[in-house]
């Protein structure tokens, strides 16, 4: 019944505020940090990664397109697969030399907004061959069914999949474009009752009510929504109570091996 509650974070940048980060660190079992492409700076993947670390919480990339202004969430057209994977090693290298300077491990890579949203349906994409280029022993994290997890589990590399706590779902299993009503999900009861709801089917609910079976290892909140440290709070509170245990991404890995 070990479970793993994540959350993106690490994306203010300057004097640019986004998220409660410290909160939503003593919520969560692993962090995904933006690498400075989408959001993030140094100083922030540094306080982030040290803030963590604290507290026990998995460190891992979150690397998405170059595109501070669109925070990452709009599709970045003209680079090749090649020049794009380059471009995910070079934010992963970069959250790796900073974790090492803080004496915390890099335990996972989650591609971010738009970056991750193409790659989970177009194979060219290669995530999963820029995180082996780096380090095998880095886990993937992706969505179930999607061109990543085949992409992972083709190299051999760990894979987590998770779900989203506060999107919905399109039928392909994707997630529901932002721009659709009801994509961004806010009531953190009602977003709890579906997210149980998917654990104890094991499968992804559509918008639709289509139902996608699907293993589950972690749930997502993103640290930039609305009352988000709110929805993770009551998330956790929710799983403790059906008895489920948070734990980091690599200790759900190692009790389903």
Request: aromatic letters at 4%.
């Amino acid at each position: 019944m070990l479970i793993d509650l994540n959350s993106d974070m690490g994306e203010s940048f300057g004097a640019w505020t986004m998220g409660d980060d410290a909160r939503m660190l003593e919520i969560v079992s692993s962090a995904n940090i933006a690498c400075g492409f989408h959001a993030g700076d140094p100083e922030v993947m540094h306080t982030t990664l040290s803030l963590a670390h604290s507290r026990g919480v998995g460190a891992g990339a979150h690397p998405g397109f170059y595109d501070l202004q669109g925070f990452g969430r709009r599709q970045i057209l003209g680079d090749s697969p090649a020049q794009i994977e380059r471009q995910i090693v070079y934010q992963i290298g970069a959250m790796q030399a900073l974790a090492k300077s803080v004496g915390t491990p890099l335990r996972h890579v989650k591609t971010h907004g738009a970056l991750g949203n193409l790659a989970a349906e177009d194979p060219a994409l290669a995530v999963a061959r820029a995180i082996a280029s780096v380090d095998r022993d880095l886990i993937m994290v992706v969505m179930p069914g999607m061109e990543t997890e085949k992409a992972a589990l083709a190299l051999g590399l760990p894979v987590v999949r998770e779900i989203y706590a506060d999107r919905a779902y399109a039928d392909n299993g994707n997630l529901l474009s932002r721009k659709l009503a009801g994509a961004v999900l806010h009531d953190p009861q009602q977003a709890a009752t579906r997210i149980l709801r998917m654990l104890e089917q094991q499968a992804i609910t559509t918008v639709s009510g289509r139902t996608l079976p699907s293993r589950i290892d972690s749930i997502c909140v993103h640290g930039d929504t609305p009352g988000a440290v709110a929805m993770a709070a009551a998330l956790r509170t929710r799983l403790e109570g059906q008895g489920f245990t948070i734990a980091p991404m690599q200790a759900v890995l190692a009790a389903g091996d």
